[in-house]
C-alpha cells in the first residue's frame, strides 16, 4: 500500500551539532507506527519534523507521494497531520467543551454557539469511547481523562496521521489498555498512527512495526512479528544492558540512620513508614503520581506534613531545606530545571549555591574558592562544557545533573535522596550517575533513590519500597527484586495479568 | 537534542549580555554628544556636576531598588516613604528645637530608622502575608503619601530652626574637592551597594531567589530572611536620600518625591537589572539615574519640548526601554 506520509533522508542539525542524519520512514495508512529509543536518540525532533513543528535541514517529506515542506504545525494539520503532545495543554479553568474548541470556536452571528460545541464534543468523546462531561472543568478531571481531551482535540480536525509522544508515560495499565483500543479504531479507520515510546511491552503490544533510532541515527525499521522486548532493548542501547549497572556496595547495614513513621502529607501521602540503613541504596518505586516526591519533600522541609522522623536515634523535625542540610540531609529535584538549577546563572553560582557558606571569607564572597571548587567538581563529576563561563541552562540534560550531583555533594551529606536521577539523561551519563550513587553507598553514606524505571530500581537497590496512592504499598528484597514484583506493588495488578491486558486479550 | 538547541544560541548569548551591561552606558555617551550639539553650555562642569547632583537621590533610592528588583520584588512606595521620613524628620528636628549638632543626628537617626522600618513592613507583608509586592506596595504608596500630606494639614512642613538650616546646608550645596557631596553619597552608596550585591552571601541568595525561587527554597537559602532584607535596605536607601534631599529646599509637602517610584524604576531598568529579576546591576543603575536626569536637563537647555513634558518623556523612556531588553532577551 502506498505510504501517506514519507520521510526521506531527513537530516536535523541545531548549529554545527547533528542531532537526526538520514533518519527514513514511511508511514502506511492503517498502521501502527512504533518509533522508539533512548531519550536523546531523536525521536521527539523526529516527531516535531514530521509534525511541522521544526523544519528538517536536509531531506524531503512527502505527503501522499507529494513533496511537501510545512510551514509550521498549524499548516501540518490542514493537511491532515495531529500530533498529541506528551505534556497536558489544556487551560485548567476551561470546560471540556472549551478546551477541544479553544481558538477555533464555532461562532453564530459573531457570538460563541456553545450548544453546537457541546454536541460536537459529546459526539466525538463517545467515539472514544468515554462519558466525559463535556461542561466539566478541565481541573476536576483525572490526568487520564484530560490525556482523552487532548486526545479529543487533536481528532477534531480531519486527520490521516495522528502521532502520539509518550502518552501513557503517566497512565495506568487500565487507563493504557483504553487508549490503546483508541489507537485501535483510529486504525481500523485507515488512519495512519505513529506512536513513540520507551515502554517495550507496551510497543510489542500495539504496534505493527517498530523503527528503532540510537543517536540520531535510523539503527532499523522491523514488523513487529517476531521482534521481542529484549530485542527491542538491544537495538535501542547498542550494547548489552546488563553492564549499565555497577556491582553494589556491600555496605548495606541493618544500622537505621533514618526512621520514618506515619508520614502524611495532605492529599498526597498517607502512612507512609519506612527505615533507611548506613551505607545502603534504598529505592522507592511507584507510578507517577504516588507520592513518593512529596513524602521526601516533606520529609526535608520543603513541604508541610507530620509524622514521626528520627535520625540517629533522635526525633527531628526540619522546617525548610536548611535544616535539613545542617542535618546531613540533601535532596536532588526530578525536576532540575525548575527546581535544582538557575538556569539563568553560570556554573559556579550555581555550584556554590547550597554550600555559600564554605566559601566565605569574612563576609565576603572567595571567587577563587569558588573557581577551585568548580575545578574539582568538573573533574570529579566528568562535567562536560566546552567553556567554564556558560550558564547551567546550556549543559545537556545529564551535564546538568552531574552538576546538580557536585552541588549538592558541596554540603556533604551523610543522606542523599535523588529523585528521578536519570531523568532525561543520556545513556552513557547513566552509567556514570550509576556508578557515582553506588560510590556514595560505599562511603557510608545511605541513599534514596526515586526512579519510574524500573530497571534502574532493580539494577542500583538493595531494597525498593513501592508506594501506590499515596501509601506504601509494600517492600521488595534485594533476593525478590524483579519487573514483576515491583509492578505488582505499584498498580496491584501482576506484570503478565497487565500484560494480557495491554494486548486485548483479557 | 536540547545541548544542541542551547549550543547554537551561545556565542549570541555572550554577546546580548555584554550588550545588557554596555548599553546603559553607551546610551550615556549618545545623550553627552547630543547635548553637547543642541547647546554649547550642555558640556560644562557646572552644568554637568548640576546634573548629576540633581540625580542623587534617584539614584540613592534606585540602587535599594536594584536590590528588591534582581530579588524578583517591587516597590512602589519609595516616593511616598521619602515624602513621609522628610515629613517626619524635619517635624522631629523642629520638635527637638535645637539648633546644634546633636539634634541634627537625633533626626537623621529617626529618619533612617523610620524609612528602614517603612521598608520592613512592606518586606513582611510580601513574604508572610504572600501577596504580591505590586499591591503591596501600591497600598503602602498610598499609606505613606497620606499620612504625610496629614501630618502637614494638607499644608508644607519646614524647617523653622534658622542656625541647623544653615548647618545643614552644605550636606546639598556644599563639596568636597570640588566634588558636590550629594555626589560623594550617591557614589558611596552605589559602591557598598555593589559590594553587597557582588561580593556577599546575601547578594547572591538575591540573585539566586530572584532567578528562580523554587531552585534557592530547594538549595537552603532562607528566602524570606532575604526577601524582607531586600526591602530593608531600599527603606534605608530611601532615608539616605532624604538626608541629601532635605537641606535642598529644608521642607517637605504632599508632592515631595511625587513619581520618585517611577524614576527610580525606570534607572533600574535602564540600568540593566531584569525587571523579573535575577540580574542586577548597580553601576548600570547609577547610569540610568543619571541618564534620566540628563535628559531633563537637555529638555530645559533645549526649545524643543516644554519641560513640563519631562514625566511623559521619562515615561516613554521605561516603556523603550523595557521594549529594548525584551528585543535583546528575544534576540538570545
Known sequence: MDSVLRAESISKSFGPIEVLSGISLDLKPGEVHAVIGENGAGKSTLMRILSGHLPPTKGTLHLNGQPVTFSGPVDAESQGIVLVHQEILLAPDLTVAQNLFLGREIRRFGFVDDAAMRERTRAILQELGTKIDPDREVRRLSIADRQLVQIARALLVPHKVVAFDEPTAVLTPIEAESLFEIIRKLRAQGVAVLYISHRLNEVKAIADRVTVLRDGRHIATRDIEGLEPLEMARLMVGRDMSKLYPEKPETASDQALLSVRDMAVLGFVENASFTLHRGEILGFGGLIGAGRTELFESIVGLRPGHGTITLDGKQVHFRDAREAMAAGIVYLSEDRKGKGLLLQQNLRVNLSLAALEKFTRGSFIDGGAEEQALDKAIKDFDIRTRRRDLLAGQLSGGNQQKLLLAKMMLVEPRIVIIDEPTRGVDIGTKEQIYRFIASLAAEGRAVVVISSEMQELIGLCHRVVVMRNGRVAGEVAQADLSEDSIVYLATGVHEERAAEIAAGTA | ?332
Not at chain 2, 67 to 88: K, N, Q
Open chain 2, 1 to 332: 537534542m536540547t545541548e544542541s538547541v542551547l549550543r547554537t544560541g551561545a556565542e549570541k548569548r555572550r554577546f546580548s549580555i555584554d550588550m545588557r551591561a554596555l548599553s546603559p552606558f553607551i546610551a550615556l555617551l549618545v545623550l553627552v554628544i547630543a547635548g553637547a550639539l543642541i547647546n554649547p553650555d550642555f558640556l560644562t562642569t557646572s552644568n554637568l556636576l548640576n546634573v548629576v547632583t540633581r540625580s542623587a537621590f534617584i539614584a540613592i533610592i534606585a540602587v535599594g531598588a536594584t536590590f528588591v528588583i534582581a530579588g524578583g520584588g517591587l516597590d512602589l512606595s519609595v516616593g511616598s516613604m521619602a515624602a513621609l521620613t522628610a515629613g517626619v524628620m524635619i517635624l522631629t528636628l523642629n520638635n527637638l528645637g535645637g539648633g546644634d549638632l546633636g539634634t541634627l543626628a537625633i533626626g537623621m537617626l529617626v529618619a533612617i530608622a523610620l524609612s528602614a522600618t517603612c521598608g520592613l513592613a512592606n518586606g513582611l507583608i510580601v513574604t508572610f502575608g504572600r501577596i504580591e509586592p505590586f499591591i503591596v506596595t501600591l497600598g503602602t504608596m498610598g499609606i505613606f503619601r497620606s499620612l504625610v500630606i496629614w501630618l502637614a494639614a494638607g499644608g508644607t512642613i519646614t524647617m523653622r530652626n534658622f542656625d541647623l538650616r544653615e548647618m545643614y546646608r552644605p550636606v546639598y550645596f556644599g563639596s568636597i574637592f570640588g566634588i558636590p557631596i550629594p555626589i560623594i553619597a550617591f557614589l558611596v552608596v552605589a559602591a557598598i551597594g555593589a559590594l553587597i550585591l557582588y561580593r556577599t552571601s546575601f547578594g547572591r541568595h538575591v540573585v539566586a531567589l530572584g532567578s528562580n525561587e523554587d531552585v534557592a527554597r530547594y538549595s537552603g537559602v532562607p528566602i524570606w530572611r532575604v526577601r524582607t532584607l531586600t526591602y530593608i535596605i531600599q527603606g534605608i536607601c530611601v532615608g539616605i536620600a532624604v538626608l541629601v534631599y532635605v537641606p535642598r529646599l529644608g521642607s517637605a509637602t504632599p508632592t515631595t518625591g511625587l513619581l520618585w517610584e517611577l524614576q527610580a524604576i525606570t534607572a533600574v531598568v535602564i540600568g540593566g537589572t531584569a525587571l523579573r529579576g535575577g540580574i542586577g546591576r548597580v553601576w548600570g543603575t547609577v547610569v540610568g539615574a543619571v541618564i534620566l536626569e540628563l535628559v531633563a536637563n537637555i529638555m530645559v537647555l533645549s526649545n524643543f519640548v516644554s519641560e513640563f513634558l519631562v514625566g511623559a518623556v521619562q515615561g516613554a523612556i521605561i516603556i523603550i526601554a523595557m521594549l529594548v531588553q525584551r528585543s535583546v532577551h528575544r534576540g538570545r
